[in-house]
């Protein structure tokens, strides 16, 4: 089956709308365990990272519905990239940028455990779904033709600063909804 220019064949969907599949059980591990940990991990976190400002700790305690927030929109970015893929036959600089970055987000995972000498969220899920989707997806690409070599690893790091904002807005978007349930309340 061919889906491109002749000699190309098609990217398994399950190379495409799997990158939102294996994110989404990443994510639910993070989901799970974010809010409970960031709270218990603390102490023994400020002991093994002394250079750390205490404001970061303090930004860092995520309450459940922060961390719900904040997980469902990076999963409206993922599931917007597994859709371009699909869409795209894998071609999409979004999906393929948002692929690396699963994988690449899985080193970090794995990292930040070393450093901190014990789990941390997401730690599970990074080395046994997201890394291993990643690397079989990009096979898949190679496998079918598709050029890859479009994504270096630092366009990747451009989730980053997507973390971050998601998680700098989260705090401003969850008190306009209070300020508006208490409004509709009202009337």
Sequence with gaps: MTDGPVGESAVPAAATWGLFVAWAIHDAEELATMAHWTRRARPRLEAALPWVPAAVWDRMDFSQEHVN????????VVAAAAADGARTNGRSPLYQ?????????????????????????GVVTAPLV???????????????????????????????PLVAAVHGTAPALLAAGRRLRRGFRRR
């Design 97 to 121: 940028t948002t692929l690396a970055a699963l994988g690449l987000h899985a080193v970090s995972h794995v990292a930040s455990a070393v450093v901190t000498r014990g789990y941390t969220p």
């Design 130 to 160: 997201a890394a291993p989707f990643s690397l079989w997806a990009r096979r898949e690409l190679r496998r079918a033709g598709v050029p890859t070599t479009s994504v270096r690893p630092t366009t990747a790091l451009l989730f980053v």
């Design 69 to 76: 927030l904040s997980v469902g929109l990076v999963g409206c």
